[in-house]
């Protein structure tokens, strides 16, 4: 590999290209404008997750220069367009879950929209809700459609069932994980302004800016040109801002619209925690049968997401998390049915892994399960099941040569972090008595890089760049910095595809006014997707600018500064994938990234509290185009899976999320994080730019599964959830004890 | 109400709202918005700058607290040209990611090194504990920190001082009338007149302010009042005044030396931007019954004096809860001092908290513990728990089953004082833990003091 100098920038560990504005506190995010012509919106909310809503009205004591506007006061269509368009902007006569908006309330300044929220009288005939997936299953109420069943994949091959009846041994295990709140340290933010045209721009701390501007025109029945979408420097998403800022946009849109003013609706934690979505719930029931060596024959799996009461983005969801549940291992034959269903409760979206880390959790638990009833080493029997490179996925990918790397990531760290010697010493450990117990973990998992399928081709991302007069190349895309680096690497591909220096590009922050639509930044599709149709674009431009300079030039970009040159590129899918979205069968991802990760744990037997001691995590992600801003993906991700797996447990309570807080909805501080130990292996991929592939939403996977291996080796206990508290390992304890 | 204080160097004269928190001031009414709100509740630590050499949560400060004093936030620290060592290592070790929580946790991180040139990681995590961030897993942030800690601080001219004696001036547009005594007569006066909302540390009061849910007419703050400041050594014991912040305790020898399960507890409150502010007092008047330096005092065998205008009065610490959130205290009394007996020689002590997390937590369960061993038996046993019932509890059988108990016999008294304690306290399902935890979890930690009573002096 190439060292890293100033003319390749791939590779290069260099501080990322917003870092200063950040220590120095110079960066703006949506809050820190002053804004004293907005007005301020908020929502008014039902308390109950089921309801008839009989009336909403305003009392004598509304004030008379606040607005309030409902379902039939809307100007425009009830409705935020996502993958369907049954989620309404207002709830019209039904309320299907508690925090609904059923009114909305915009006022001059705070005191006056707090006189006006609390002079709304909402009238509701409270209904028997659903809020447990059970009774969901059994399609009472139904919250939604016939069944409640709001989407169902299935994925079949071979013979399972003459597989089962040969088999050796047969495992089975139900594994449950709970939702997952984002906790971007800034809350959600949307600033809309009206137009004199007529429509209006949205300022807001957002991941997709098309997105938003899709459901504005959707359901404002808006021109592309009326509706402007710009992105605020961003405090962190995680998926939370990929499909909620459509709905406090459109929210503070009719706001700003019905009023003639700027409409701000930036959120206070409590309202950010009780309201936004979440990470979906899940319960998967998994069969596995293996021959006499432990190799596995079959699976049969079940994986059911709590969908929430709304569509959002749950099919999408479902569809990754059904295409990664079999793991990365090879499974002749197979049986695997995924629904998502609905109940009364919020509806819950996209969080970094996307209904992977629900599968791989099951996955995994699966294998450790399984490992201990075959009296294999947990890493052993993986080591006899993982695919390489020849191997066909149970939807029918085959891993072309150089495209499987769970072996090296598996034996990578394995060796890196001592693994048998750890486990070694945590069993001499325990042995000693006293409070503590240690325990050594493994897991082993994958992510596919962008959409599912054919997905890219069908959202067909476009990139533009642009030559300023000053040699500099501004980069137009929209896919958005939110502390996960696109900022910085996006602009280091640009730079090592124009042979400059970094300092010669410059990233355009989004803005639908000026920037094509490159579709959401997503599905660790950045770098990736939108990096390749980057290389593209930015040599499409250095040939027009020597065509325009001359061979000669010593610098062809700056020479032909002042041309205007300008060159535009569009997604060009490989001829050689194939992708059958009717049967889920195909090329499912052009790039898998591959991550084994060991975690080494203590848990205080009198209080059972888990501490993650140490995580050493080994990913392949093809080029790393940063290593530096790819180490912090690695552990900040993983941070977030470990934490999923022990600390973080939302509670519901009459349909309503019990712990809204920060004091009470539980993340990681300094003390409750591990030592972090990460490799980067590179097996450079053609799919995208520079042989990088996918990574942002890959280190979430390994983390709650290898830290139930780790509480599970400490113990002698079986772990079944994510996440696995206290309360739950000292009822457990007990139960084995008897 | 005017104000006037020193922001970065530079003298500020204001008009504000007595109350408006110190995070409003620095952002509206003087546009330095680098301190963010993240949480409102003391929790993240967005909000943190340097107040007097210590950090705090500045969305828990009222305003007339920064009055004479000197606050350092993020946009005095340093520029792109001439950085602070800590923003330049959090820039080369890639610790930056959204980038929202860093203003506050390099503040913290110059907090620290202004305190400790080199700290080990485990100091540095601690120091850091009070600033969530959700991007980067906290790796990166602290290998910057010791890297930073590699590089002296620029000295940028002199520091001003803070000037504890002058005080706010009140403005007759003013909603809240605001109390500084400087003495604790003064004090007492003017909460015998009635009607004034008492001040310690603000950690709590702060996030009820800001919620609405108190809106007092007038205030009466104890920062400023010099006898309720400090550790003295009097007659065989310690006495605490109780505006006594947990970072004064935490840096008190003698607290460390002669009282370490108090020591320990102080530790566990909340992380050091809490810890600057909030009190011994207002833990102890607050009345939670999860407070953390609660149970020491109980175990300690600590008492409470108590002053008015009336006169003082003392109550044992165990005496001093009457029930959830309610103490003897009467409305015209002041929690003037904790007085602990120092414990006899070779008393052992321990404090063991099972929280929400390892820190910034609230206990699900806390347990202080003290007995000694004379002539192989057990003395002096004295047991507390916190969060296990509507206050917190001296667990009066479990320490009659020990009291007298022999050390060769502390593995059958380990099961039965646990048991005992099992069956006295009386906790509840919330949405921090269950009743069920609780007890077992109770029992649990009593029994593993018991057992290491046996073992070589420890904690």
Known sequence: MPAPSDHSPVGAPMPRLDAWGKVT?????????????????????????????????????????????????????????????????????????????????????????????????????????????????????????????????????????????????????????GYQEHMYIEPQGIVA????????????????????????????????????????????????????????????????????????????????????????????????????????????VDLVLDAGAYTTLSPVVLSRGVLHVAGPYRVPHARIRGRTVATHTPPNGAFRGFGVPQAAFACERQMDRAARRLGL????????????????????????????????????????????????????????????????????????????????DRIKGKVAVRLDPDGVVTLLVSSVEMGQGAATVLPQIAAEALGVPVGRIRYHQPDTSAVPDSGPTVASRTTMVVGRILVAACRQLADKARAF???????????????GLTATAVYEPDPDINWDQSTMHGDAYQGWSWAAAVAEVEVDVDTMEVRPVRLTHVVEIGRAVNPVLCVGQVEGGALQGLAWGHLEEMKLRDGRYWNDRMSTYIIPTSLDAPDFDVELA??????????????????????????????????????FEAPVTPEILLARRREVRR | MKISLWVNGVRRDLEVPPLKRLLDVLREDLGLVGAKEGCGEGECGACAVILDGRLVNSCLLPAYRAHGRVVRTIEGLGTPESPDPV???????????????????????????????????????????????????????????????????????TEPSPDPASEPEASPGDEVVVHVPGSLREACEMLGRGGVTVIGGATDLGVLLHEEIVAPRAVLDLSRVAELHGVRREEGALVIGA?????????????????????????????????????????????SPGADAVPPLLALGARIRLMSGAGGREVAADAFFTGYRATVRRPDELVAAI?????????????????????????????????????????????????????VLLLRRAMAALEGGRVADLERLAGAVAAAARDEVVPIDDVRSTADYRRAVTGNLVARFVLSLGEAPFL
Request: proline content about 7%.
């Open chain 1, 25 to 177: 506190g110079a960066t703006r995010f949506l809050p820190d404008d002053p804004r004293p012509d907005a007005w301020l919106g908020a929502a008014v909310r039902s308390p109950l997750p089921h309801a008839r809503l009989v009336s909403v009205a305003k009392t004598a004591s509304f004030p008379a220069e606040a607005v309030l506007l409902t379902a039939p006061d809307l100007p425009c269509a009830n409705l935020v367009a996502m993958v369907r368009e049954d989620l309404p902007l207002l709830a019209a006569d039904e309320v299907r879950f508690a925090t609904q908006p059923v009114a909305l309330v915009a006022a001059p300044d705070r005191a006056t929209l707090k006189a006006a929220l609390a002079a709304v009288a909402v009238e509701l005939e409270e209904l028997p809700a659903v809020l447990d997936l059970d009774a969901a299953l059994r399609g009472e109420g139904p919250v939604w459609g016939a069944d409640n069943v709001v989407a169902e994949y299935r994925i079949d091959r071979g013979d399972p069932d003459a597989a089962f009846a040969s088999a050796a041994t047969v495992v089975e295990g139900t594994y449950f994980t």
């Open chain 1, 193 to 300: 302004t009206p137009r004199p045209d007529g429509g209006v721009e949205i300022l807001g701390s957002l991941q997709c800016p098309y997105y938003v501007h899709n459901a504005m025109k959707r359901a404002l029945g808006l021109d592309d040109d009326r509706v402007v979408v710009r992105q605020s420097p961003t405090g962190g998403a995680f998926g939370g801002k990929e499909d909620y800022p459509s709905i406090l946009a459109l929210q503070a849109a009719v706001l700003a619209l019905r009023c003639g003013q700027p409409v701000a609706m930036i959120y206070e934690r409590r309202e950010d925690v009780a309201c936004t979505t979440k990470r979906h719930p899940s319960r998967t029931r998994y069969r596995s049968a293996f021959d006499r060596d432990g190799e596995l024959l079959a699976i049969d």
């Open chain 1, 377 to 456: 080493d947990p890493a052993e029997l993986r080591r006899r099941n993982l695919v390489r490179d020849g191997d066909t996925f149970v939807f029918g990918q085959t891993l072309r040569p150089g495209m499987a790397a769970a072996d090296l990531v598996l034996e990578r760290v394995l060796e890196r972090s001592g693994y048998e010697l750890r486990r070694r010493e945590a069993r001499a450990f325990n042995a000693g008595g006293g409070p503590l117990r240690r325990g050594v973990g493994v897991t082993l998992t994958m992510h596919g890089g962008g959409f599912t399928g054919d997905g890219e």
């Open chain 1, 549 to 563: 300079a001359g061979d000669k030039a010593a610098d062809p970009l700056l020479a032909a500064g002042r041309a």
């Open chain 1, 682 to 719: 590179e097996l450079p991929s053609p799919r995208g730019p520079f042989g990088a592939k996918g990574l942002g939403e890959l280190p979430l996977n390994a983390g709650a599964p290898a830290l139930a291996a780790a509480v599970e080796d400490a113990l002698d206990i079986e772990v």
């Open chain 2, 87 to 157: 923003q330049s290592a959090f820039v080369v070790e890639g610790a930056v990611q959204c980038g929202y929580c860093i203003p506050g946790l390099v503040m913290a991180s110059r907090a620290l090194l202004d305190e400790e040139a080199s700290p080990t990681r485990p100091r540095i995590r601690e120091a850091l504990a009070g600033n969530l961030c959700r991007c980067t897993g906290y790796e990166r942030i602290i290998r910057a920190v010791e890297r930073a800690g590699q590089t002296p601080a620029r000295v940028c001219g």
């Open chain 2, 243 to 287: 505006a006594t912040t947990y970072a004064d305790l935490l840096r008190d020898p003698d607290v460390a030396r002669d009282l370490p399960c108090l020591h320990a507890a102080v530790r566990t409150v909340g992380a050091p931007a809490i810890q600057s502010l909030g009190t011994l007092g207002g833990n102890l008047v607050n009345g």
């Open chain 2, 339 to 391: 007085i602990v007996p120092l414990p006899a020689a070779g008393t052992r002590q321990s404090f063991r908290k099972a929280g929400t997390r390892r820190a910034q937590a609230i206990a699900k369960v806390n347990l202080a513990a003290c007995a000694r061993v004379q002539d192989g038996a057990l003395r002096d046993v004295r047991l507390a728990a916190g969060s296990v019932g509507p206050t």
